[in-house]
């Protein structure tokens, strides 16, 4: 089957092998002729999913037996709100670093339940870094970050030190190993690297929870869900029974140890192939790049139209960058192969030959 090299950032590419998995889990599952979509969802076939999903994630990020998961829905969107809810007094106050769109979005959620503190922003220089040097106030409740800017292609190359760290890592959970110790809590969108839109994981440490005094809304209260192991509605089974299949794919090709290899060795050839080319300009600074997603421009804005025939006959799907950086951005999220890093790198040697 023809497949194209597909950069999208998100809903991204995943494994192949999964889609043929969750195809015939829509048609037949679990050989009891009736499709994952028509059981209900306390069901013994379905909370098998569910349980064997949240072991999953324990298992590959080596979790402490203080911390749990959970797969709900909202996305990560609605996880900036329940950050808040969850963690910030209604008196206290929060601290954030801003460094791009979707941090924004979290510090904007997080004043419905109380006071924020930006402690640091890269907006002036549209996001191209990474902020360090800040000190985080002694009365802060916690404070917020995004690992990765999936928009800007930036990324944390280390995290800050807090008492209570809470983390957006939407865009490179599983991509590279972390020790969960350092963080209270993390939220993802499954979309760009764990699974199908449609679910958010949280993973944190229980012994931290229904500490705030707030009065907060079932949906939005982590406690709720973890008293009904993740069943406290009817669960996106759909999202859910992918992301299992992710996970499972991913440890059976080593876990997150193994695919880091394989993302930094993508990342280097995708940044070489940007450095050395004369034609192309990356967007992020080079100590705070990601290697989920490299953001680039052209040096000369008028061979768009040319570059952008050659990179789609070559069968490359998802180039485009965001609106609000322009040019092109090449996400490299876990299921994309080195092979199509190899095919892109090779269409911007060429244009470079084709332009000498
Ligand atoms: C995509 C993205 C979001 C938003 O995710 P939704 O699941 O669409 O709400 C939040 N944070 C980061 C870092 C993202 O990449």
Redo the contacts with the bound molecule.
Sequence with gaps: MAKKHNYS??PCILPQEVFQQASEAVLNFNGLDLSLLEISHRSKDFVEVMEEARALVRELMELPENYDVLFLQ???????LTAAYNYLPKNGKAAYIET?T?ST??IKEAKHVGEVEVLASSKEENHTYIPTGYEVPGDAAYLHI??????FGTQYHSFPKADNLIC????DIFSRKVNVEDFSMIYA????NMGP?GT?VYIFDKERLGKTGNSIPAYLDLEVHLKKDSMFNTPPVFAVYVSMLTLRWLKGIGGVGAIEKINNAKAEMMYNAIDENPLFTGHARKDSRSAMNATFRLTDDSLAGEFDKMWKDAGINGLKGHRSVGGYRASMYNALPIESVKVLTEVMDEFARVKA
């Design positions: 950032a998100g909202g996305g990560a969107s609605l996880g900036f791009g979707w979005k979290a995004t690992s990765n800017n999936t928009i957006d890592m939407s865009s969108g499954a979309q760009k839109a958010v």
